[in-house]
């Protein structure tokens, strides 16, 4: 068939009764709300499916009425408004938003466009209304540009934030750059195949090289004139290498450089690795490092002397040991010489006094008995004076020494020597043990309790008491008497050879027995002192190391 021979139909083919029903068929499946209400009164005169699903008003109930019978009067009074405009004006107007409220869907807004329909005469007769729910459009454009607010405000958050991160990454390199500047130490960054990427000015200083000078070198340079302590220049075992080899950070690491002048200097370094995430071998490494060769030369310097003066130890050591010999070749000449002649001033006395006393008066008996008296305390003090001597070069035997049992021996030693009246003795426990030499401490014990025993032999009641007391890590050992005691302003005298505060009428002795004890106690690594007022007694204290220090 011929195209062109095809019958076709047209608008003008339609019956009226036919075009009624297609334009009708039109308004019932447009999908958007379309009204049409009279011009005068503004009542419904058609109104299609569409509209019935959006306001939930069946047609039949809308037609004849007008928008004051179904919305609220602000909604009715602004579409009321908006078509009066629309007939007056005589042209479409296009409303973008218009609420509107529903009876089942609650409010919806609508995109309406309102068009007048002119009869005979061009003067309006009916409102054309054709509306678009946006409800759900609006929404998702309100949602789209609450994200987009949402999204913009997070972008100007962010970049606020990186913005503070730069600012705070040039503040902090531009810390860095002034802590480097500011240290006194060297500080270089070299990479895993030893270029030297950057030199703080303190290692310009120190080395001598520009910064671009040091930069363009390589630490395994031979220029450097790297060298070991030892003398040795593996450039390998140097603690930049050492570090990059084993990823392990050093310290005061020694190493000798060659300045800019051919000096050589010393550092003392320091290092530390530098990781990349997931890599064991460092991709590079920092290395710190001081200028010692003032302390270097130094130490050599102080080996010099130390070396001089061992020797000089060593030769006065030895003019020490012989004039050691030389003392005490004279110490046996003196107690040998001297002991001879006083053995006869006493022997030759006593034979007087024995065999001629009817030939001397009495005056003369008292003069021999005054010769005998100081011959043999000439030999007391000589006995003193070695014994003072022996102490001073002889070598201590130290064990555990048992304090208690000591001075109970002591104690009973001095009852059967002396029988005159017995003091009080009060032994305050504990006494603990200490190390030492046994017989020195019992000299110790002996002579500060027989001064004891004799500076109480004119008390009615005499009384020695005896014990210790805990003094931080300290213990002090006490004897403490009620005798005659010394005034304080000369105690120190009290331990000096031949010092005595009484006279040898008051009370025997030769002064020498406290320094013998002073001597004794300093041997042992400890301290003595004394306190004492005249008439009320003296109470002497001495110090020794406890077992974990001798």
Do not use: C
């Amino acid at each position: 068939m011929n195209p062109s021979s095809k019958k076709r139909t047209s608008s003008r083919d339609l019956h009226s009764g036919d075009m009624g029903l297609f334009l009708n068929s039109v308004l019932e499946n447009i999908p958007d709300m379309i009204f049409v209400k009279d011009a005068r009164h503004l009542r419904f005169v058609r109104f299609n499916k569409a509209g019935e699903e959006l306001l939930g008003i069946p047609a039949a109930e809308m037609i004849g009425k007008n928008d004051y019978d179904f919305f609220p009067k602000h909604e009715a009074d602004f579409f009321t408004n908006k078509d009066r405009a629309v007939l007056k004006g005589g042209k479409m107007v296009d409303i973008p938003e218009e609420p509107i409220h529903t009876k089942h869907k609650g409010v919806r807004y609508l995109h309406t466009k309102k068009i007048p329909i002119l009869g005979k005469g061009g003067k309006p007769q009916f409102l054309l209304g054709i509306s678009e729910d946006i409800t759900d459009k609006k929404k998702a454009t309100e949602t789209l540009k609450k994200s987009n607010e949402e999204l913009e405000s997070r972008v100007e958050q962010r970049t606020g934030e990186l913005q503070h991160i730069n600012q705070a990454l040039r503040d902090s390199e531009e810390r860095y750059k002034t802590v480097l500047a500011a240290l006194m130490e060297g500080v270089v960054l070299i990479d895993s195949k030893g270029r030297i990427l950057a030199a703080n000015p303190s290692a310009e200083r120190i080395l001598g090289f520009s910064k671009d000078q040091i930069m363009s070198r390589n630490y395994t340079d031979p220029e450097w004139g790297a060298v070991h302590e030892d003398g040795s220049s593996s450039v390998e075992e140097f603690f930049t290498g050492r570090s990059l080899r084993t990823g392990e950070a050093y310290v005061n690491a020694v190493t000798g450089l060659r300045r800019s002048d051919g000096r050589l200097i010393w550092l003392m370094g320091n290092t530390q690795p530098l990781f990349r995430p997931n890599e064991e071998a460092p991709y590079a490494v920092v290395a710190s490092f001081f200028d010692i060769t003032d302390r270097k030369e130094m130490e050599a310097q102080i080996q010099k002397l130390n070396a001089e003066l061992e020797q000089k130890v060593q030769h006065r050591t030895a003019e020490l040991s012989a004039a050691n010999k030389e003392l005490e070749s004279f110490s046996y000449s003196v107690s040998h010489d001297l002991r001879a002649p006083l053995r006869a001033i006493e022997g030759f006395a006593g034979i007087l006094m024995e065999d001629h006393v009817k030939k001397l008066d009495e005056e003369a008996r008292r003069l021999l008995a005054v010769i005998r008296q100081n011959a043999r305390h000439m030999s007391q003090l000589i006995d003193d004076l070695l014994n003072f001597a022996r102490i001073g070069r002889q070598n201590l035997t130290r064990q555990t020494v048992d304090v208690l049992e000591l001075v109970n021996s002591v104690v009973e030693e001095l009852h059967e020597y002396d029988s005159r009246k017995k003091p009080e003795i009060v032994i305050k426990s504990p006494l603990p043990a200490v190390p030492g030499d046994h017989a020195l401490l019992r000299q110790v014990f002996l002579n500060l309790l027989s001064n004891a025993f004799k500076f109480t032999r004119h008390h009615e009641k005499p009384r020695i008491e005896i014990g210790s007391q805990k003094q931080g890590l300290e213990t002090i050992y006490y004897i403490r008497d009620n005798g005659v005691g010394f005034d304080m302003q000369y105690t120190d005298k009290l331990f000096g050879v031949f010092q005595r505060l009484h006279s040898v009428k008051e009370f025997e002795g030769t002064g020498v027995g406290l320094a013998i004890v002073q001597r004794i106690i300093h041997r042992h690594g400890g301290r003595i002192w004394a306190e004492s007022k005249l008439e009320s007694g003296a109470s002497f204290y001495f110090t020794l190391p406890p077992p974990a220090a001798s």
